[in-house]
């Protein structure tokens, strides 16, 4: 099979879909891979990289998706690429197409098949290809609310840790998952007070065994409120796959808070789980919004392109062999990955 790597179009995304060595191995099973001049170069991956490893280099966007079969990118498709997309193309990427109404309807016009990484599931529910950049967000909530907290970024001028005779710093985080749980995990590691929310209890179990300093909790919406009332830190990380994310954070909430509090929203890429949350970019990524900082890039592993791009590759090469086989629709991780195909929504969650 063609397979294309296109460069990221995205505001300040750095990330490219496979590195040299993943590239190697699929030229190795017989495979044609193209990529787009200097898409790997803000991971560390020169074109000379990918030369090395077998690639075709294609000088712009229009020659590399000509020539290709299946399109691997990263993050979803926009104006510029919607232009080079066919139906003959297999488009294998983040879509995130619950909070993207106009893109569902741009891929069914061009009829093309769309598997998204975030609803490739397999048999234990798990979702192996949201969950690198998921742990890779969760961080970043952590260290970019950390550092708003300060106040000449417009927080309240606070040292999320305390430290003696100081208070400590009281971080609230909506969902135990992958990002909830390593932002949580960053949190508690800082000495800032930590309280997750999650409906499981086995991730309640996991929340409190990180420490005396991490209260674990049921999100009752009462319950919610209070907590988050006097909370420095919010992190929104609520997922229902390939769903759009409930608002869990009312607007009367975010206007209880303290004026310089920060709210991080990972769930922004699938529409956010606190109401007042609009997606933002690394050029521009805060806003203030009843006095609350909020923190809402819709690619927030994308400012650390060198390490999310060597764990995405290392995710996702397993299923781009698979899909490259001609019966890879009867691979059941697959068959859930997809979202649309010959111009109708297939996905039950965007039924």
């Not at 966007?61 to 020539?67: H, T």
């Not at 988050?228 to 390939?242: E, F, P, R």
Request: charged content about 15%; glycine content about 10%.
């Amino acid at each position: 099979m063609k397979i294309g790597i296109p460069k990221e179009t995205k505001t300040l995304e750095g990330r490219v879909a496979l590195v040299p060595a993943a590239a190697a191995d699929l030229v190795r099973s017989g495979h044609d891979v193209y990529i787009e001049s200097g898409a790997g170069i803000m991971s560390g991956f020169s074109n000379d990289d990918y030369i090395k490893a077998g690639v075709h280099i294609e000088s712009d966007a229009a020659s590399l998706y000509g020539v290709a079969e299946m399109i691997v990118k990263v993050k979803e498709p926009i104006a510029g690429d919607l232009k080079h997309l066919r139906a003959d193309h297999l488009l294998f990427c983040y879509l995130h197409l619950a909070a993207e109404p106009e893109l569902t309807q741009a891929l069914v016009d061009i009829g093309l098949t769309g598997v998204a990484f975030e609803t490739v599931e397999e048999a234990d529910g798990s979702l192996p290809l949201l969950a690198p950049m998921s742990i890779i967000a969760g961080r970043i909530a952590t260290q970019v609310g950390t550092h708003t907290l300060h106040h000449p970024l417009g927080g309240k001028g606070l040292l999320l840790g305390g430290l003696p005779s100081t208070e400590r710093g009281k971080v609230v985080v909506l969902g135990g998952g992958a990002a909830g749980g390593n932002a949580a995990s960053l949190a508690a590691a800082s000495g800032a007070n930590v309280v997750v929310f999650d409906k499981r209890q086995d991730r309640l179990a996991q929340m409190m065994a990180m420490g005396s300093n991490v209260t674990a909790l049921y999100p009752y919406q009462e319950l919610v409120a209070q907590e988050i009332s006097d909370a420095d830190l919010v992190i929104g990380a609520v997922l229902v796959t390939g769903a759009k994310a409930p608002h869990v954070i009312s607007e009367e909430m975010v206007k209880g808070m303290e004026p310089g509090s920060v709210i991080a929203d990972i769930s922004v890429d699938q529409g956010g789980c606190v109401e007042t949350t609009r997606p933002t970019t690394w050029a521009e990524p805060t806003f203030v919004k009843h006095g609350v900082v909020h923190f809402s890039v819709t690619n927030m592993p994308g400012a650390v392109p060198r390490t999310s791009t060597q764990a995405i590759s290392a995710a996702i090469l397993p299923y781009v062999q698979r899909l490259a086989q001609p019966e890879w629709v009867s691979v059941p991780s697959l068959q859930k990955g997809i979202n649309v195909t010959a111009g109708k929504i297939v996905h039950p969650a965007l039924l």
